[in-house]
T-cell receptor
């Protein structure tokens, strides 16, 4: 069985402070990890995926297979980062294709104060 | 914005009634998904379909049914057997294939309230 845990339901920081949203996972195969974000009155959308090793809106996330973690980090938080963030897991087949379906964590509401 | 649409936005149901939530996409995606979003529980997968005329149960399929007769459409029926149907329902779609392209696109959601 696969499981994603986001230990913090709520996270508050001040503008300009570093922020880290924690995500831990449990999966016996080869994992694909994602961060999805839902801004107020907008649709849930992909923020970044581990396989791309990219930085989006200043956010980065590194897959740590030893600690089974995929924490989302940003060195200087902005007020527009306030949103609900979900960590999600999918499986990767041996041939490089994806199983497609996602397992989501419980979500973390990030509030960035001015 | 288009791409994937859900209707209605709000839906009220009396206990004992079945209701059907609509999900349509024009992205030419093979795969479609239904999730339920509850506060503090994240998104939980109800059903998913990777190709027309085929679908699989997700983690919480009891009390729900789906069909996938067309590539563009994946309606979800909430039956009277669902014990706690009041929730926010999200539909998503994605292409299938290489892991590098595995991104799900979400609709705006339907909020179902049982009276």
């Amino acid at each position: 069985a696969q499981r994603v845990t986001q230990p913090e339901k709520l996270l508050s920081v001040f503008k300009g402070a570093p922020v880290e949203l924690k995500c831990n996972y449990s999966y016996s195969g080869s994992p694909e990890l994602f961060w999805y974000v839902q801004y107020s009155r907008q649709r849930l959308q992909l923020l970044l995926r581990h396989i791309s090793r990219e930085s989006i809106k200043g956010f980065t996330a590194d897959l740590n297979k030893g600690e089974t973690s995929f924490h989302l980090k940003k060195p200087f938080a902005q007020e527009e980062d306030s949103a609900m963030y979900y960590c999600a897991l999918s499986g990767r087949r041996a041939g490089g294709t994806s199983y497609g379906k996602l397992t989501f964590g419980q979500g973390t509401i990030l509030t960035v104060h001015p | 914005d288009g791409g994937i649409t859900q209707s209605p936005k709000y839906l009220f149901r009396k206990e004992g009634q079945n209701v059907t939530l609509s999900c349509e996409q024009n992205l030419n995606h093979d795969a479609m998904y239904w999730y339920r979003q509850d506060p503090g529980q994240g998104l939980r997968l109800i059903y998913y379909s990777q190709i027309v005329n085929d679908f699989q149960k997700g983690d919480i399929a009891e009390g729900y049914s789906v069909s996938r007769e067309k590539k563009e459409s994946f309606p979800l029926t909430v039956t009277s057997a669902q014990k706690n149907p009041t929730a926010f329902y999200l539909c998503a779609s994605s292409i299938t294939g290489l892991a590098e392209y595995n991104e799900q696109f979400f609709g705006p959601g339907t909020r179902l309230t049982v009276l």
